[in-house]
Nanobody, 128 residues
Framework: QVHLVESGGGLVQAGGSLRLSCVASGRTLNTMGWFRQAPGKEREFVAAITGSNSRVYYAYVTDSVKGRFTISRDDAERTVYLQMSNLKPEDTAVYYC????????????????????WGQGTQVTVSS
């Protein structure tokens, strides 16, 4: 079992930045990721990063946030991050940290069915 706790959400103006953090208890070597869900919409994949005990990670971000969002992890601190820059109103959503059921050698888009553990969610609101 992996327990995940997110933080860092808030209210920002369009064009601003936020960094979300997710602290994990338990294993941190499986693929980790971020999803988001806006009201009335399905949960949407945002980014994923592979786990490694050699400090070499592979990251993937979805096209809608490519160039603006960066995912990273620090296994020594049991933390995965989502750095969000140039935020847009359409980024408004509840953001969820996620731990996949398996490890992978290359990051890719994940589906909710591949997730074993979810964080509680943190609200990100971007005003225009």
């Amino acid at each position: 079992q992996v327990h995940l706790v997110e933080s860092g959400g808030g209210l920002v103006q369009a064009g601003g930045s936020l960094r979300l953090s997710c602290v994990a208890s338990g294993r941190t070597l499986n693929t980790m990721g971020w999803f988001r869900q806006a009201p009335g919409k399905e949960r949407e994949f945002v980014a994923a990063i592979t786990g490694s005990n050699s400090r070499v990670y592979y990251a993937y971000v979805t096209d809608s946030v490519k160039g603006r969002f960066t995912i990273s992890r620090d296994d020594a601190e049991r933390t995965v991050y989502l750095q969000m820059s140039n935020l847009k109103p359409e980024d408004t959503a509840v953001y969820y940290c996620a731990a996949a059921l398996t490890a992978a050698t290359m990051a890719r888009q994940l589906t909710p069915r591949e997730i074993g553990s979810w964080g509680q969610g943190t609200q990100v609101t971007v005003s225009s």
